[in-house]
């Protein structure tokens, strides 16, 4: 397996515009994670689901940022507008049952946005 | 508020030695832990986990020792290569229904590990 591919790896864009991240989960995975990465803030979890319903969104910033998961295999994390302190790492990760019964996250390799 | 966090932020350490990375957490549900290495432009990768119900676990290398007395969580890593630099991450869970998937990750440490 490919493993989580999240694309794209890089995204720069201007403040007001929309922005779209993109996951695909590994295959037979049933729990999909987004996750934000900042020096100030670490490693938060903004929202997962569980066979393509959201579960937790409790960690999504506000209504600017959209997550949808319209099959098993495809999930987007939106954001708009995109405002300057949205620059961060996001993180796409997917598990194959619950982490509390020892199911291991697996991470994809981030998208690094940056919001001028 | 509830939070996992690292003692230190950097450790540096010569080829050959052994690393201590600690982590202190302040939640007394939390019942599982996970420590996860993160190399430079990658995700967090897993390393090795414990539950609340051992004190000590053992990997290839890598051991992770849990006092649950303190709320204190150490990963020691045996013979320290130059492929060991990452950041460190030590993660909770609780376990419960509602946040069985829920990890709370504290804030990393940097190590480096000099030839």
């Known amino acids: 397996d490919a493993g989580v591919i999240q694309s794209p790896r890089h995204e720069v864009t201007e403040m007001g515009q929309e922005v779209t991240l993109r996951c695909k989960p590994i295959s037979g995975h049933d729990y999909l994670f987004w996750y934000r990465q900042t020096m100030m803030r670490g490693l938060e979890l903004l929202i997962y689901?569980?066979?393509?319903?959201?579960?937790?969104d409790s960690g999504m910033p506000e209504d600017r940022f959209s997550a949808k998961m319209p099959n098993a295999s495809f999930s987007t994390l939106k954001i708009q507008p995109s405002e300057p302190r949205d620059s961060a790492v996001y993180f796409c990760?997917?598990?194959?049952?619950?982490?509390?019964?020892?199911?291991?996250?697996?991470f994809g390799s981030g998208t690094q946005l940056s919001v001028l | 508020g509830e939070s996992v966090g690292l003692h230190l932020p950097t450790l540096s350490v010569q080829e050959g030695d052994n690393s201590i990375i600690n982590c202190a957490y302040s939640?007394?549900?939390?019942?599982?832990f996970i420590w996860y290495k993160q190399e430079s432009g990658k995700g967090p990768q897993f390393i090795i986990d414990i539950r609340s119900n051992m004190d000590k676990r053992q990997g290839q290398r890598v051991t992770v020792l849990l006092n649950k007395t303190v709320k204190h969580l150490s990963l020691q890593i045996a013979a320290t290569q130059p492929g060991d630099s990452a950041v460190y991450f030590c993660a909770e869970n609780r376990g419960e229904e509602t946040s069985g998937s829920r990890l709370t990750f504290g804030e990393g440490t940097q190590l480096t590990v000099n030839p």
């Open positions: 689901f569980n066979n393509n319903v959201p579960i937790d």
């Open positions: 939640n007394s549900a939390s019942d599982y």
């Open positions: 990760a997917s598990s194959g049952g619950l982490i509390a019964t020892n199911e291991k996250l697996f």
